[in-house]
């Protein structure tokens, strides 16, 4: 069974604000959102009918709706949990990321990170800052 991780996890507001996601597990591409990112992994929510692996590994591409680059990681898929509604995944992260370098810098920085419900600071701060984003 997968450990869960030890460094604090950021939400991403879903209902405000979808983050898609894209995994390649060998030919197959599977295309969801993100749910919730730490430093070492993240967890992915993809629509039910997904059928992924535990141990597949592929490229991540993380993708801003408006602004910035890409983020481009390589993951291995630790845990399912297959509900009616929705397939929720945990990611941990092959490779490190340098998250200053990217729009998730923006999240990272403004979530407590305590808990999977981490706190946001008002949704109205984020969309000013994206307004003026500098990749």
């Given at each position: 069974?997968?450990?869960?991780?030890?460094?604090?996890?950021?939400?991403?507001?879903?209902?405000?604000?979808?983050?898609?996601?894209?995994?390649?597990?060998?030919?197959?591409?599977?295309?969801?959102?993100?749910?919730?990112?730490?430093?070492?992994?993240?967890?992915?929510?993809?629509?039910?009918?997904?059928?992924v692996s535990v141990g597949s590994s592929g490229p991540l591409v993380?993708?801003?709706?408006?602004?910035?680059?890409?983020?481009?990681?390589?993951?291995?898929?630790?845990?399912?949990?297959?509900?009616?509604?929705?397939?929720?995944?945990?990611?941990?992260?092959?490779?490190?990321?340098?998250?200053?370098?990217?729009?998730?810098?923006?999240?990272?920085?403004?979530?407590?990170?305590?808990?999977?419900?981490?706190?946001?600071?008002?949704?109205?701060?984020?969309?000013?800052?994206?307004?003026?984003?500098?990749?």
């Amino acid at each position: 069974m997968a450990k869960p991780r030890r460094e604090p996890r950021h939400v991403v507001p879903a209902i405000s604000f979808c983050i898609p996601v894209d995994f390649f597990a060998g030919d197959e591409l599977y295309v969801g959102r993100l749910g919730d990112i730490s430093q070492t992994g993240d967890c992915l929510v993809f629509p039910p009918h997904h059928r992924v692996s535990v141990g597949s590994s592929g490229p991540l591409v993380m993708h801003h709706p408006n602004v910035g680059e890409p983020i481009h990681a390589r993951g291995e898929l630790l845990w399912i949990d297959d509900l009616d509604h929705a397939l929720y995944t945990g990611f941990s992260f092959l490779d490190p990321i340098d998250f200053e370098r990217t729009f998730l810098r923006m999240l990272l920085g403004r979530s407590s990170g305590t808990s999977a419900t981490g706190r946001l600071r008002s949704l109205r701060d984020i969309a000013q800052d994206m307004d003026g984003f500098d990749s």
